[in-house]
Nanobody, 127 residues
Framework: QVTLVESGGGLVQAGGSLRLSCAASGRTFSRSAMGWFRQAPGKEREFVAAISSNGGSTYYTDSVKGRFTISRVNAEKTVYLQMTSLRPEDTAVYYC????????????????????WGQGTQVTVSS
């Protein structure tokens, strides 16, 4: 069992930066792939970024490549999403997720592959 709590969201102007954190509890964190998803009003929840259990592999959706960076510190049971050059279209609730059985590259992008979810943190980017 893994419990996830996101923090770090807020209101920022376009071009600004935010760092989201996701603190995990549970014994399996170091063996779990971690992902960030987001959901804007009236839209489906979409993949943003993911990182393998040992941090050796990272994955991003095209719209955030070069602007967002996912990282993790297993000793602290925390995963981060550093967001820079934020745009109004990045406005959404951001969710942290953990997956215990994610292995092949394609599965990191799939929402249904993740077993545990946080409650979300709101990110609002003003123009």
């Amino acid at each position: 069992q893994v419990t996830l709590v996101e923090s770090g969201g807020g209101l920022v102007q376009a071009g600004g930066s935010l760092r989201l954190s996701c603190a995990a509890s549970g014994r399996t964190f170091s063996r779990s792939a971690m992902g960030w998803f987001r959901q804007a009003p009236g839209k489906e929840r979409e993949f943003v970024a993911a990182i393998s259990s040992n941090g050796g592999s990272t994955y991003y959706t095209d719209s955030v490549k070069g602007r967002f960076t996912i990282s993790r510190v297993n000793a602290e049971k925390t995963v981060y999403l550093q967001m820079t050059s934020l745009r109004p279209e990045d406005t959404a609730v951001y969710y942290c997720a953990a997956g215990d059985a994610i292995s092949s590259s394609s599965t990191y992008y799939q929402r249904y592959e993740y077993d545990y979810w946080g409650q979300g943190t709101q990110v609002t980017v003003s123009s």
